[in-house]
């Protein structure tokens, strides 16, 4: 065994100018538990993660309480186990400086700790971890040197430091995915590996035990592909969960009984795939079985028959039982953020599953606002069942409520508008809804997905897809208009039936180069207007215009010089003023690395020439959390003011005077919704179903 240094790291958080941070640590853009542990009835502790910190979450018999995690951005924590409700180690990886290293951090039962680096590999990612006392863990996972192929590796925490366990490594590479501890000399640790060459290569499930001083390999059921699950109730029996086949692609389960394997056969519908825990040799629960859209969860009790449970529960990542009467399942429900998740439980009570939700998410996506005292918005949230659903919300000039129900989907590219208090419409996916001042009516579907939505009269409206012909609303129907030339859309305001001006970016000339786009509306046809060349990549985000007194675009672009990140351009009727906006900017969706359209300001409202509002938030790269931008023009020039936070996610504003604008959005899962009086903002209490 080869004994592990411990060094310290220290990450520090990055403010922009003109923003308010979230201070807070909660989940990221989207993010969902991995893990979860239940070391008595009545506490678990759940852990995961997923665009931003890392995320974990303590059940106290009755209800979750998210809990504050530390790590860097992009941190993920795999799994979990606790020796007691204050005694847990949680496991899992981070990026620091290109390289993949392991996250570690214990929880004391009030907080959590970091734990120091381990220094096995270049890198090195950390799956699962059992604790079999308070004062001995096993971690386990795989990682590699810089050209070398996947180790399959393990680790041990004795409190103070770790020590390196040298696990038998068979075949060309291995990767370790489970494991589980009955005793301190005995663990079973699940995987696969890697034998033969070239096109010869062949995938074998694996599983090794512990003895407390050695590995050593155990075969495996025939044809097994990978063992990704493993719960080891005694020392003479475990049950493991995988694939098996040519590529894996049928669902294993199998019980290990000291002398070998025992193949199962799979339930209807397979709900024997995914995580496993067992309470004792005749008793296991598994989750991850999934058949039209609905998840399923099953028991063995020993021989070779399962009983199967419909969950109506997303959560089907993870699961520990504490008894045959109480198990909690863990994973993710579907966000109402495009392509994200939550954190989402379901707790076994030896009869039924519950759904569980371990966290809110509430969001206003798009604001109108008519008058000072009259606000229509627009947004969703993820119910007690994990299922997202649309939300509306009026502002009556001291408050916000709900306002009749929304029968319809809603998403973050939700478009609205509204000329008066009985006329607005909102557009979301393909549907169309028209609000009456007390309930919405369905409206003839448009031909494409509108995504930006003005309307100047009730029979009046103008929509247009991100990519594809503009939409006229005239009252009954929707008509297809062509731009002169194709761009991808981002806004569109229109001030009359005779004007409207359309903005987006378009690349001429391919890839890498992005350039702002404009179009004008004179009531018939599209027509381009010559935006001037700023950066090899930028684009517009919004516009606003006012009857009369021109048009105001904003956008960002990344190497456009003083017009970077952030910029504005007014039109005067006849040619764009190219102008300076402050505020910082970050990255796109993770891994895209992109600036165009996904941070910076998003949304901007006009009253007159002389009086714009512009919102918009960014991810800081360093601390995983959302700044927001908050800029006023003055006629002059663009200024930063300060916003009352929480922040990380003003997304829409709409102003009615100088002295009044509302913005909405999401900041740490709740609605975030706040008014400027022209002087300053402040933050309003909004409802969070």
């Not at 039962?109 to 590999?121: E, F, Q, S």
């Not at 699962?128 to 308070?134: E, I």
């Not at 025939?222 to 029996?237: E, F, L, W």
């Not at 594809?468 to 991808?488: A, I, K, M, Q, Y």
């Amino acid at each position: 065994m080869i004994l592990l240094a411990a060094s310290g790291l220290s990450i520090s958080p990055a403010v922009a100018a003109g923003g308010s941070t979230d201070a807070t640590s909660l989940p990221g853009l989207s993010s969902e538990f991995n893990g979860v542990a239940c070391p008595t009835t009545s506490f678990c502790l759940a852990v995961g993660g997923g665009t931003g910190n890392p995320v974990s979450a303590a059940w106290n018999g009755t209800r979750w309480r998210l809990l504050a995690t530390p790590g860097p951005a992009g941190a993920i924590l795999q799994g979990v186990a606790c020796a007691s409700p204050s005694n847990c180690l949680g496991v899992g990886y981070q990026t620091v400086i290109g390289n993949t290293l392991p996250f570690t951090a214990s929880w004391d039962g009030l907080a959590w700790h970091l734990l120091p680096p381990i220094r096995a590999l270049p890198t090195m990612l950390l799956f699962g971890v059992a604790c079999p006392t308070a004062s001995q863990c096993i971690a386990i996972g795989y990682g590699s040197t810089q050209s070398g192929p996947n180790q399959a590796v393990a680790v041990s925490w004795d409190g103070k430091s770790w020590t390196a366990l040298s696990p038998v490594l068979p075949g060309n590479s291995a990767i370790f995915y489970g494991i589980s501890c009955a005793s301190m000399t005995f663990c079973m640790a699940v995987g696969t590996y890697e034998t033969g060459q070239g096109f010869g290569l062949v995938d074998q499930g694996l599983a090794e035990t512990w003895n407390g001083s050695a590995w050593t390999q155990v075969t495996v059921p025939a044809n097994s592909v990978d063992v990704r699950r493993v719960s080891c109730p005694d020392t003479t029996t475990c049950l493991a969960t995988g694939g098996f086949g040519d590529l894996g692609e049928s669902p294993l389960a199998a019980v290990w009984q000291s002398t070998g394997w025992t193949t199962l056969p799979q339930p209807s519908p397979p709900a024997a795939t995914g995580a496993v825990s067992c309470v004792s040799a005749t008793w296991c629960m598994t989750v991850g079985g999934l058949s039209r859209g609905t998840s399923f969860a099953s028991v063995w009790t020993g021989g070779t028959s399962w009983r199967v449970q419909t969950m109506s529960s997303p959560a089907r990542l993870a699961i520990s039982c504490a008894s045959t009467r109480a198990c909690m399942a863990a994973g993710g429900a579907n966000a109402i953020t495009l392509e994200g998740t939550v954190p989402f439980a379901a707790s076994w009570n030896g009869s039924t599953w519950t759904p569980q939700r371990a966290e809110q998410e509430d969001a206003l996506w798009a604001v109108s606002c008519f008058g000072r005292s009259a606000c229509l918005s627009v947004g969703g949230f993820v119910g007690r069942a994990g299922i997202s659903q649309p939300m509306t919300q009026s502002w009556n000039g001291a408050r916000w409520r709900l306002a009749g129900p929304a029968h319809f989907f809603l998403g973050p590219r939700s478009a609205l508008s509204c000329v008066g208090r009985s006329f607005c419409l909102v557009a979301s996916g393909v549907g169309t809804n028209r609000w009456t001042g007390s309930r919405w009516l369905r409206m003839p579907r448009p031909p494409t997905e509108i995504v930006a939505l003005s309307c100047a009269t009730r029979t009046f409206c103008m929509g247009a897809p991100t990519d594809g012909p503009s939409l006229l609303w005239n009252g009954s129907t929707w008509r297809e208009h062509h731009f002169s030339s194709p761009f991808d859309l981002t806004g569109l305001s229109c001030t009359r039936p005779s004007w409207c001006l359309a903005v987006g970016g378009r690349n001429p000339n391919g890839p890498p180069r992005y350039s702002p786009a404009a179009e004008a509306w004179n009531g018939s046809r599209w027509r381009v207007l010559r935006v001037p060349s700023l950066g090899s990549t930028s684009t517009f985000n919004d516009v606003s215009c006012v009857r009369g007194q021109g048009c105001m675009a904003i956008g960002n672009a990344d190497d456009a010089g003083r017009y970077s990140p952030n910029f504005a351009a007014r039109w005067n009727g006849r040619k764009w003023r190219l102008l300076q906006v402050p505020g910082g900017a970050g990255i796109g969706p993770p891994g895209t690395g992109s600036l165009i359209g996904t941070s910076g300001p998003t949304s901007v409202s006009c009253t007159s020439a002389g009086q714009c509002v512009a919102v918009g938030n960014y991810l800081d790269q360093l601390t995983g959390r959302g700044v927001d931008i908050t800029v006023v023009w003055n006629g002059r020039s663009w200024r930063a003011t300060g916003s009352p936070g929480p922040g990380g996610g003003l997304s829409t504003v709409s102003c009615r005077s100088a002295a009044f604008c509302m913005a909405v959005g999401e900041a740490g899962l709740l609605v975030l919704a706040e008014r400027w009086n022209g002087r300053r903002w402040f933050r309003l209490r909004a409802v969070n179903p």
